[in-house]
């Protein structure tokens, strides 16, 4: 995940800068690079590989400005190199950018037309350029930011030096995090705290949509509107710990607001953005063509993670997937047939049954993956190949943006295994893509929906027991919204694929029992009627005066709003990538009735983070 610095001092900056992307360093990164003003002209420098080599750079080439930008680049758009490290910059402008801007294609074509030469591989440049061209209008630099922002597409935090601006420092964020730091006549900016933590432990969070001008006498912040916005100034404790809350009331309230980050930068390890494919980043030490059926095992969270997968691989990549909790799993003694692919998902690595049923796998000759979110554990330890998930460290119990990012990698992994078997076409893989580089974006879209939410909680509050329905990927998603519910609010709940509801659960219904149907419109199963069957089934609810919360797209909203209680809009995003958008409402759903619950959040009673014991 790129880091972002920027420093508004009285002493040459280029040493604070690189100290504060050493603070950084925590999220991963490929190049590093810092740019400043020397007599108010823009000056960078930069390098690839580890900050001791930009360290080096400054050694042979000091910079003196007092003002400045710095930056760690984990590569998205074009691979690890000097050029393609940030800050990019023109005669006119320097930017450091973390995430995705997805309309960089069509924006550098309109830029090279009307003459921009570009440097460098990355969607980052054309943010350079747009300003630029503002600016060459005859903007001065906030208007020309002003008149650019809206010009992005994707999910993004931002930081903009100017040429011939000793006392301006412009930052941006939508959907990536960007804090301001508050010194004494010095203003900072950072990606978190932790990085500003040597400086200064007073902190303002943007907001999403947040621009902030800022100078060595403060900051003033406007909203996506252009409107001038007041941001609560607070005391940070993160020089005490690398990892805080930010301006957030729990841990699983922040890991849910920072998914469009981690998802983003999860797929970024997968994918080439730029090429639209993916690209596996590891040797797989088998065959895809060769594999005839996957297991795959894992407990809680991550075994719905990989329930979506099993729908994935068998429809992308062909191949029978068969799945169980590893607590089953290992004493079903279910036959393999050696050389078949076992892959197990864990947030921890440590999970002692998801561990077991590797290894009861490794005796019977299956090539072991684990999709595993800490990478130096015994799980990651003891397969043949992990993928891991670049969500960065979980502290809430239950488990939120670690689920969103295995799914992430999972499907990047199905796609590798449909193309490897030849059954999925270049062009359905290009489709795929880029409906998941939106997917940081559409998260961010979904995360608007919290103040709805938040109301809606209020009413869960009261209820005994709660229904989550779905049908297909939305299936494992009603199972982890009831799981959320149950894990942190103690509300029963339970969830089910909604053509069983006539099977059972139908006879619990009645006005008092709120039933949360998740259901994207389906498009491409439309001609199976799949959509329209789960507004059957929600007839069936309605009819006995069950209260339906509906979690849809704008399609599904016209054909069924009128049968729920309340709707929650999503944006119409790919079906293959709702899972990944639509764990967003369940898991807020989840965390509101818990505040208003009054539990124990982030710890809640009798779980464990990282359960080793049987
Ligand atoms: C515990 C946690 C869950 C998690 C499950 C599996 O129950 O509370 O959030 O999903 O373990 O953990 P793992 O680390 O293997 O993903």
């Given at each position: 995940m790129c880091g972002i610095v920027g420093i508004l001092g009285h002493e040459p900056v280029a040493g604070q800068l690189v100290d504060a992307l050493k603070r950084l360093e925590y999220r991963g990164y490929d190049s590093a690079g810092v740019a400043t003003l020397e007599a108010g002209a823009l000056t960078r420098r930069r390098a690839e590989g580890k900050l001791r080599n930009l360290e080096g750079r400054l050694r042979d080439a000091p910079l003196s400005g007092t003002i400045g930008i710095g930056h760690t680049r984990w590569a998205t758009h074009g691979k690890p190199s000097e050029s393609n490290a940030h800050p990019h910059a023109t005669d006119r402008i320097a930017v450091v950018h973390n995430g995705i801007i997805e309309n960089f294609r069509e924006l550098r074509e309109q830029l090279e037309k009307s003459g921009a030469k570009f440097a460098s591989e990355t969607d980052t440049e054309v943010v350079a350029h747009l300003v630029t061209d503002e600016m060459k209008k005859g903007k001065n630099p906030v208007d020309a930011v002003a008149a650019a922002l809206p010009r992005l597409r994707g999910a993004f935090a931002l930081a903009f030096l100017f040429a011939g601006e000793e006392d301006l420092l412009i930052g941006a964020r939508k959907g990536s995090p960007l804090a301001v730091g508050h010194g004494d006549g010095e203003m900072f900016l950072g990606s978190d705290a932790i990085a500003l933590a040597p400086f200064t432990d007073t902190i303002s969070y943007l907001e999403d949509g947040d621009w902030a001008v800022v100078t060595r006498k403060g900051v003033q912040v406007r909203d996506a509107t252009g409107k001038i916005v007041e941001r609560a100034v607070l005391k940070s404790n993160a020089s005490a710990f690398l990892v805080d809350k930010g301006n957030h009331r729990?841990?699983?309230?922040?890991?849910?607001?920072?998914?469009?980050?981690?998802?983003?930068?999860?797929?970024?390890?997968?994918?080439?953005?730029?090429?639209?494919?993916?690209?596996?980043?590891?040797?797989?030490?088998?065959?895809?063509?060769?594999?005839e059926r996957v297991a795959i095992s894992a407990c809680g969270t991550a075994y719905y993670a990989g329930l979506v997968a099993k729908y994935w691989f068998e429809r992308f990549a062909r191949l029978p997937v068969e799945i169980d909790v590893a607590s089953e799993f290992r004493y079903r003694e279910a036959p393999f047939s050696p050389g078949n692919l076992a892959l197990f998902v864990s947030q921890s690595g440590e999970t002692a049954d998801t561990l077991a049923t590797l290894r009861y796998a490794k005796e019977q000759k299956q090539h072991v993956l684990s999709v595993v979110n800490v990478p130096t554990s015994t799980i990651a330890r003891e397969s043949d190949v992990v993928m891991p998930t670049l969500a960065g460290p979980e502290i809430g119990v239950a488990s939120t943006k670690a689920f969103t990012c295995q799914l992430a990698t999972l499907l990047c992994l199905t796609i590798a295994a449909g193309r490897a078997r030849g059954v999925l076409s270049t062009e359905d893989e290009r489709n795929l893509v880029r409906a998941m580089i939106e997917v940081p974006r559409h998260i961010s879209e979904a995360l608007r929906l919290e103040p709805q939410i938040e109301a809606l909680s209020r009413d869960l509050v009261k209820a005994k027991d709660v229904l989550y329905l779905g049908r297909g990927t939305a299936y494992p998603l009603a199972l982890e919204g009831a799981l959320k519910l149950k894990e942190i609010s103690y509300i029963h709940a339970e969830g089910y694929a909604a053509g069983e509801l006539k099977h059972g659960p139908i006879a619990l219904i009645d006005e008092n029992m709120p039933v949360v149907v998740v259901a994207p419109f389906d498009k491409s199963a439309r001609r199976e009627g799949v959509f329209e069957k789960t507004v059957s089934n929600m007839q069936e609810v309605a009819a006995r005066g069950g209260k339906i919360i509906l979690i849809t797209d704008p399609h599904g909203a016209k054909e069924a709003a009128a049968l729920s209680l309340s709707t929650l809009v999503l944006p119409d995003v790919a079906t293959t990538v709702t899972p990944i958008v639509y764990a967003i409402p369940v898991q807020l759903m989840a965390y509101h009735t818990a505040v208003n619950m009054g539990t124990d959040v982030d710890q809640p009673r009798n779980l464990a983070k990282s359960v080793t014991v049987e």
């Open positions: 729990h841990f699983m309230a922040k890991e849910i607001h920072e998914q469009p980050e981690v998802v983003g930068h999860t797929l970024a390890h997968y994918l080439d953005m730029a090429a639209e494919r993916v690209s596996l980043p590891m040797t797989l030490p088998f065959d895809f063509k060769k594999i």
